[in-house]
Nanobody
Framework: QVQLVESGGGLVQPGGSLRLSCAASGSIFSIDAMAWYRQAPGKQRELVALFSSVSRTDYADSVKGRFTISRDGAKNTVYLQMNSLKPEDTAVYYC?????????????WGQGTQVTVSS
């Protein structure tokens, strides 16, 4: 069994910063890409940032230059540093990872962490 546990969400004023963390644990043989998604009320879930197995990163246009994704392979952990936060960044943020368990690759999700940007 595999778990993704997120932390670091909260309430922050516009212009502020937050750092999200997501740790994968369980019967993990290998991890491919790890990513962060978000879902705002009434909107579809969208990709925010991705860190591939070959250390390539990709970002949604709306967060480029403000958010940075990083990864600690030894800890099976992915981070999202969010700077210059805007009210439109308010959403539930979800961690996602493609993980090899035994001989099967699977797509796993965290429970989500709320980020609220408001004065």
């Amino acid at each position: 069994q595999v778990q993704l546990v997120e932390s670091g969400g909260g309430l922050v004023q516009p212009g502020g910063s937050l750092r999200l963390s997501c740790a994968a644990s369980g019967s993990i043989f290998s991890i491919d890409a790890m990513a962060w998604y978000r879902q705002a009320p009434g909107k579809q879930r969208e990709l925010v940032a991705l860190f591939s197995s070959v250390s390539r990163t990709d970002y949604a246009d709306s967060v480029k230059g403000r958010f940075t994704i990083s990864r600690d392979g030894a800890k099976n952990t992915v981070y999202l540093q969010m700077n210059s936060l805007k009210p439109e960044d308010t959403a539930v943020y979800y961690c996602n990872a493609r993980i090899l368990v035994g001989v099967r690759w699977g797509d796993y999700w965290g429970q989500g962490t709320q980020v609220t940007v408001s004065s």
